[in-house]
């Protein structure tokens, strides 16, 4: 059972938008930033989303991440077939004084 | 390149133990904490522990799940972090990771580098 707690599955078309929730306490997302992860089949995970809603160098603007409260946000928009992956929330637990993840969201360009 | 790499994984019977490598180039390793995460089939990402670089102690952190039968060291000399995997389970069978810590000075639930990753099979 994962801490945070993410949809097993999301869907859209091509081109339109989708958008994966992360929903944690105030030990961990309410009082720390979120970073979100995109691990694409077969491939290790890849950061996409940091400190709530900045994106690394390389990320496209298609991502983005915000925050509200104990829950958070991922938005994927112009939705390719490419971007068919997990999507992991994640953020740090004072309480555990450890990482914290969801269990992940699959995300179908239908 | 900037790169992180596993070795190590394999098939492994119950109760034996297994060391994970994780062998970084093109960065300060010594500057940056080290974490290991891994994913069992059909289950989601789980950190194992990390450990801090040595500015901050140099001590490694577990999770409860492994604690007791994982320990996570480092070398900085030769730029590797080890995961030493005792008293191994069917249930640790999984894709094992490594990865970098986003910021130098602490570690939060950001992580932007990661390994390939090595799989890990334990079954009789």
């Known amino acids: 059972q994962s801490v945070l707690t993410q949809p097993p599955s999301v869907s859209a078309a091509p081109g339109q938008k989708v958008t994966v929730s992360c929903s944690g306490s105030s030990s961990n997302v309410g009082t720390d930033y979120v970073s979100w992860y995109q691990q694409l089949p077969g491939t290790a995970p890849k950061l996409l989303i940091y400190d709530n809603n900045k994106r690394p160098s390389g990320i496209p603007d298609r991502f983005s991440g915000s925050k509200s409260g104990t829950s958070a946000t991922l938005g994927i928009t112009g939705l390719q077939s490419g971007d068919e992956a997990d999507y992991f929330c994640a953020a740090w637990d004072s309480g555990l004084s450890a990482p914290v993840f969801g269990g992940g969201t699959y995300v179908t360009v239908l | 390149e900037v790169q992180l790499v596993e070795s190590g994984g394999g098939l492994i019977q119950p109760g034996r133990s297994l060391r994970l490598s994780c062998t970084a180039s093109?960065?300060?390793?010594?500057?940056?904490?080290l974490s290991w995460f891994r994913r069992a089939p059909g289950k989601g990402l789980e950190w194992v522990g990390f450990i801090r670089s040595r500015a901050y102690g140099g001590t490694p952190q577990h999770a409860a799940s492994v604690k007791g039968r994982f320990t996570i060291s480092r070398d900085d000399s030769k730029t590797i972090a080890y995961l030493q995997m005792n008293s191994l389970k069917t249930e640790d069978t999984a894709i094992y990771y490594c990865s970098r810590s986003f910021y130098r000075t602490y570690i939060s639930g950001a992580f932007d580098m990661w390994g390939q990753g090595t799989m890990v099979t334990v079954s009789s």
């Open positions: 093109g960065f300060p390793f010594g500057d940056y904490a």
